[in-house]
């Protein structure tokens, strides 16, 4: 089946710091979405992005679709501590409805 | 608006008990889907009604697994006999006709059988 590659696994950093995360998969994705995870929450769509090279933004949160289609980036910049979660990459491969997930980063945001 | 929610929040169960999760989604949401996460591994699809039908299982993992949508509204999700394996966290999301992309997440139920 359809595998996204996550990096990294877990990141710690100060507060304040820019975050930087990455997806990639062996095939095409039409759309690449971005959620975040808090303990005892479910996943929250942080960003969705719907076109090759499309860069989005929500607030501090910067998200690109990457130009061949296979890989995205979301990019935190000036971390605050309400930034700690597991952030996961996910897409629909094809058309359809079935979300594939990454295996999720860890963030860790030390004040 | 109400988001996605999900019962119990946990449940402890031995191996070979029942189990039957709820959810209920976001009110006029004809999308419903249920996820897992299985501790260390990814989030993964389990399978999908479109109102009251069963447009895919094919996440399923056996037929331990049975979904249920009457009416519509809310869902079932039972195992039954539950294994060691079943562990993890089960999540039931939604989304608007046509909107397969942006599925709202309830918050889960943390699944352990020992």
């Known amino acids: 089946g359809q595998q996204l590659n996550q990096s990294p696994q877990s990141m710690f950093i100060q507060e304040g710091e820019d975050v930087s995360m990455n997806c990639t998969s062996s095939?095409?994705?039409?759309?690449w979405l971005w959620y975040k995870q808090e303990p005892g929450e479910g996943p929250v769509l942080l960003i969705a992005?719907?076109?090759?090279?499309e860069l989005t933004s929500n607030g501090r949160l910067t998200a690109q679709f990457g130009i061949t289609r296979k890989d995205s980036f979301l990019n935190i910049s000036a971390s605050i501590p309400s930034d700690v979660g597991i952030y996961f990459c996910?897409?629909?491969?094809?058309?359809?409805?079935?979300?594939?997930f990454g295996k999720g980063t860890l963030l860790t945001v030390n004040p | 608006e109400a988001g996605v929610t999900q019962f119990p929040s946990h449940s402890v169960i031995e191996k070979g008990q029942t189990v039957t999760l709820r959810c209920d989604p976001i009110?006029?949401?004809?999308?419903l889907y249920w996820y897992r996460r299985v501790m260390g591994k990814e989030i993964k699809f389990l399978l999908h009604?479109?109102?009251?039908?069963?447009?895919?299982e094919s996440g399923m993992p056996n037929n331990r697994f049975l979904a249920e949508r009457t009416g519509g509204t809310y869902s079932t999700l039972k195992v039954q006999p539950a294994e060691l394996e079943d562990s993890g966290v089960y999540f039931c999301?939604?989304?608007?006709?046509?909107?397969?992309?942006?599925?709202?997440f309830g918050p889960g139920t943390r699944l352990t059988v020992l």
């Open positions: 009604f479109v109102k009251e039908s069963k447009q895919d």
């Open positions: 009110s006029g949401h004809d999308n």
């Open positions: 992005l719907y076109k090759a090279g």
């Open positions: 999301a939604s989304s608007q006709v046509g909107s397969y992309n942006e599925q709202f």
């Open positions: 095939s095409i994705f039409n759309t």
């Open positions: 996910a897409g629909p491969p094809g058309s359809n409805y079935k979300l594939t």
